[in-house]
């Protein structure tokens, strides 16, 4: 009876150990994996903004702002023609995130929605026109957010996709702020 308890701690132990080397080899494998496309992944993530940056403006190149690591400055003949700012606010479904190109003017050019999970049909019209185009040429006071944005727009304010306040609240809110912040930086603050 004690081999027979021997034999099964021994079975165990083998079971144990083929377990440890496979999971030993899976994590070296994924660890290569990883360190072979981290540099191919961080390329086409660069690729990806450089191609965001120039569906919002057209320039000569981009440039990183000082103390401000996710801004771009897109220049024309040597001048700032756009400062272009991630921005971030919550919709329906969760998390809105844009890229918006502002002039040194601090007014909207454009705006690009980087990523969403608003509903399909729905909310998802915030990238299409003519929601987005009511937000150009757009200073940090026509964009109010808080308004009822449902009304028809006389007053030169944002009006809302028919069926998706809370999301064309929440990309107002988010160009709105990037405004601000611009607004805050080309004035002199950081």
Known sequence: MAQEHTGNNNSILKIALNLICACL?????IAVVYTLTASTAAAKQDELKEDSL???VTADNFQAIEGKPEWSAALKDGQTIAYIVPAESKGYSGAIKLLV??????????????ESKETPGLGDKAKDEPFAGQFTGKSVEQLDPLEDVTKTSENGKIQAISGSTI??????????????EV?????GGQ
């Open 25 to 29: 080899i899976s994590g070296l494998i």
């Open 54 to 56: 120039k569906s919002l």
């Open 101 to 114: 190109a502002i002039s040194p003017d601090q007014k909207v050019i454009k705006y690009s929605i980087l």
């Open 167 to 180: 999301t064309s609240r929440a990309v107002t809110k988010a160009v709105q702020e990037a405004v601000e």
């Open 183 to 187: 607004t805050v930086f080309v004035q």
